[in-house]
């Protein structure tokens, strides 16, 4: 630039660097080359300071004019590169999502293969070998209440009972079930004798988790109510039952309490050289069937219980409750 300079002749450069900025700015194509016309249009050294640092050369009252140009161009250049970052950037994502669309109506190439939970494979064997021997399956809801829970059970309020199955409680007088066994009175209720079923499900307790105790977990109750049932009959059944789900291992019955069934066991079978307990059981206390409107001279009956979880454990060589519930696929892809 000559050392005098005219006002024309600033105005004569703005005009050209407005009209060179505007097809730059157009024809740029991604945000870094923005970034670029950004920095050499309006940065420290860019051109338009260039034009005005040669302002100073003007007399005084001419420059106000050239600044107040100056000004409407730089504001016309930061408009103009933000439509057209905004432009590029939106262009941007209309191809990618053209690149990446997937058709969510389109059948699957590859299914990968599923297999059942072990518990759930668990409670399918024993529900199965139960089925073979004439049982059928009775569910019912996972919120009781206290009188189906305990009450019709022979637990009263108060009774030591309750304290072995803490739960958790509901408003009024519900709760959480704390076994299946209250699947059992409804079915009576509902199903005069002779039956024989089974009711497996999910149930709750306050338990603290460890490596054998969890809050939630699950139960097969197994209940028999027919004339002339003795012990003979339960102990034949569970037998059977625990020969075909272990093989054939020693079985034995240790004298235990129950508050619904009397006499009542706890049944153990000899796992791999020791004597594991499995299971409880018992003949229908007459209190229970008195209860049900059930002459107890003339109906008898027994019942069985058993958790799902130690069964599994014991089946598979798990060693800690909690990697049933963890969905850690590590885990549940071995079975």
């Known amino acids: 630039m000559s050392a005098t300079v005219s006002l024309q002749q600033l105005t004569d450069q703005l005009e050209h660097l407005e009209a060179e900025a505007a097809a730059a700015i157009a024809n740029a194509s991604d945000a870094a080359t923005l970034e670029e016309l950004r920095v050499g249009l309006l940065g420290k050294k860019g051109r338009l300071s260039g034009v005005l640092g040669a302002m100073g050369r003007l007399p005084g009252e001419e420059r106000p004019l050239v600044g107040q140009r100056a000004n409407r161009l730089k504001d016309q250049v930061q408009h103009l590169l933000g439509a057209r970052l905004e432009a590029v950037r939106n262009a941007a994502m209309v191809e990618r999502l053209e690149r990446e669309r997937i058709d969510v109506t389109a059948g699957c190439s590859y299914v990968p293969p599923g297999h059942r939970h072990p518990l759930q494979s668990t409670i399918e064997e024993i529900v199965d070998i139960f089925a073979g021997l004439g049982y059928r399956v009775s569910e ?66 306050r338990d603290a988790v460890d490596a054998t105790h969890s809050p939630v977990f699950h139960q097969v109750e197994v209940l028999a109510l027919d004339e002339g049932l003795d012990f003979s009959h339960l102990r034949g059944t569970v037998t059977t ?63 069985a219980g058993l958790g799902v979880e130690r069964f599994c454990m014991v089946r598979h060589g798990i060693d800690d409750i909690r990697r049933l519930f963890s969905s850690d696929l590590r885990f549940l892809e071995q079975f």
């Open 140 to 205: 019912g809801p996972e919120i009781e209440t206290d009188h189906y829970n305990f009450t019709a059970l022979n637990i009263p309020e108060h009774h030591p009972a309750r304290d072995m199955q803490d739960t958790f409680y509901l408003g009024g007088d519900r709760l959480l079930r704390t076994h299946t066994s209250p699947v059992q009175i409804r079915h009576l209720e509902a199903n005069p004798p002779p039956v024989r079923v089974i009711a497996p499900g999910r149930v709750y307790r």
């Open 241 to 303: 039952f625990l020969q075909q789900f272990f093989g054939d291992l020693p079985v034995r019955f240790r004298a235990s309490y129950f508050p619904f069934t009397e006499p009542s066991a706890e049944v153990d079978v000899q796992w791999r050289g020791r004597w594991l307990e499995v299971m409880g059981c018992g003949m229908v206390d007459p209190a229970v069937l008195e209860g049900l409107g059930l002459d107890p001279e003339r109906w008898s009956g027994f019942a």
